[in-house]
């Protein structure tokens, strides 16, 4: 098996160590796991790619890359620059520091990249690691994805149905926030949305005086509707929610026939 993982978190983040572990176990003696992550953190792009300028990359070992850019950039470096077109079995996106359940889903850099990769028509998995006060603190908060993401990886390959729409499946994995022997399991759950929460941003002055805007994020400790990710997770379950890239609100479609 030949694997491509990128990341949101930078080419030395911990969540990349704990993935491409899990994607040498995945890969086998045999296989190929190769990396391409960006050269610096970036959470919260989403699908972002470097549209108008261009994308430097550095090969900072054996299979092992860097770019300057989101991890849309680079899948996209990775299947058409540093493979050259060769086939690629999985694309990986993680393991992100911190979840990527219910509404932090639409910002996300690690769904970024598995998005792309599903829209360069490979299976792609994203990974991220819910954090609470049951795993913040311990010698590996990453131990849930650690223990159970290549377990969990090779049950969506198992399972995975025949798709033939045009915009292909990717899957969003979220660990919850508790030690790798306390996880009670898998969930199949749809996205949520965590009630009254929104992003918003903080205004700070710098010492020069400029004023400058910081995101604010949401409280992770608030659950979504029952059965959906954030739910199950805060409920020490395993999410995995099937994805497309299709943003089509296919429910308002008829509604909307009186407008033509």
């Avoid at 997770?233 to 890239?245: G, K, W």
Wanted: charged share 20%.
């Amino acid at each position: 098996m030949r694997i491509l993982v990128t990341n949101d978190d930078g080419i030395n983040a911990p969540g990349l160590q704990i993935l491409e572990a899990i994607a040498a176990e995945l890969a086998g003696a045999e296989g190929e796991v190769w990396v391409v992550a960006p050269a610096f953190e970036q959470s919260g792009v989403a699908h972002k790619i470097s549209y108008t300028h261009p994308t430097m990359i550095s090969e900072m070992g054996e299979r092992r890359y860097a770019a300057e850019g989101s991890p849309a950039d680079c899948v996209m470096a990775g299947l058409h620059d540093v493979l050259n077109g060769q086939e690629i079995d999985l694309v990986l996106s993680g393991v992100n520091r911190g979840n990527n359940s219910a509404e932090n889903a639409l910002y996300s850099g690690t769904l970024g990249g598995a998005m792309e990769g599903a829209l360069q028509g490979c299976r792609a998995i994203a990974l991220s690691q819910y954090l609470g006060p049951d795993n913040f603190n311990l010698d590996n908060p990453f131990e849930a994805a650690a223990v159970h993401g290549a377990e969990v990886i090779r049950k969506i390959i198992a399972a995975e149905p025949p798709n033939d729409d045009p915009y292909g499946l990717f899957y969003n994995v979220n660990f919850p926030p508790c030690p790798a022997d306390e996880v009670a399991g898998v969930r199949v759950a749809p996205q949520g949305i965590r009630p009254y929460t929104r992003f918003s941003v903080e205004a700070h002055l710098s010492p020069s005086g400029r004023r400058f805007l910081w995101a604010r994020g949401t409280d992770q400790r608030q659950g979504s509707a029952a059965g959906t990710d954030a739910a199950v997770n805060l409920e020490n379950y395993i999410s995995v929610t099937p994805m497309r890239a299709d943003l089509t609100a296919h429910d308002m479609l008829e509604p909307l026939k009186a407008i033509e």
